[in-house]
């Protein structure tokens, strides 16, 4: 019970990231809303893989190495920012394609309506979901970061080896079990009506959402190597 309180510490402080609205959210619920539960699912996946995977990097010291190596690091992170950005950029082309709320509205309504179509596929992700996942939370190297820091300061030295292998493992259930009740929230029958009905302006919200976070994520960068110049 030694290493308790440490492996508290970190699941909380990864719950508590999770749940902050972030890119990971943005794709998980946009693929329940629009495609199916199950694409949410793998893409949900996906954010467990890379969430492990950035995990594993910092116990080897990746994130440490990507400090030191400081053009390395920045480029990476310019990366993910284009990422986030061209996520940002296809869902405003969808939001901008869809017709609004008032011309569907404006629209006769047959007496014996046919069924309502499936809601069209997303422009994230392509034809594999679990890649948009895995891909949206790679795009973000200051993970590696983060958790070299947080097992620096919440994890004792000289704990054992079972020690970061509870902690793995709990960040890879509190992830699946997040962004897993995520998937199925957004893909419950009234979500996905909510959606249909605010589709366009949702579309919009979250492209600009992804392109605000991309954009912070290059000023960061510009700053830094400023900075960097300057000394």
Do not use: C
Not at 69 to 80: D, K, P, Q
Not at 153 to 161: D, E, G, T, W
Not at 173 to 193: E, H, I, M
């Amino acid at each position: 019970m030694e290493y308790l309180p440490s492996i508290l510490t970190l699941a909380g402080m990864h719950l508590l990231m999770a749940m902050l609205p972030g890119p990971n959210t943005v794709v998980v619920s946009w693929l329940a809303a629009t495609v199916t539960r199950r694409s949410a699912l793998l893409a949900t996946g996906g954010v467990v893989l890379a969430s492990l995977v950035w995990v594993a990097l910092s116990l080897w010291g990746v994130g440490a190495l990507l400090l030191d190596a400081g053009g390395l690091y920045r480029a990476l992170r310019l990366l993910g920012a284009a990422y986030l950005v061209y996520l940002g950029l296809r869902l405003l082309r969808a939001g901008w394609r869809r017709p609004g709320a008032a011309t569907l509205r404006a629209l006769p309504v047959p007496e014996n309506p046919p069924p309502a179509p499936p809601p069209a596929r997303p422009p994230l992700g392509g034809r594999n979901p679990f890649v948009a996942g895995l891909l949206t939370t790679l795009s973000n190297p200051k993970s590696a970061v983060f958790w070299t820091s947080a097992f620096l300061v919440a994890v004792p030295p000289q704990a054992p080896a079972w020690v970061y292998a509870a902690i793995v493992a709990t960040i890879a259930v509190q992830s699946a079990l997040w962004y897993g009740a995520v998937a199925l929230l957004f893909s419950t029958g009234p979500a996905r009506q909510s959606y249909l009905r605010l589709a366009r302006w949702l579309d919009l919200v979250a492209g600009g959402v992804m392109i605000a976070l991309g954009l912070k994520i290059a000023e960061e960068v510009r700053r830094e190597a400023a900075l960097r110049a300057a000394g």
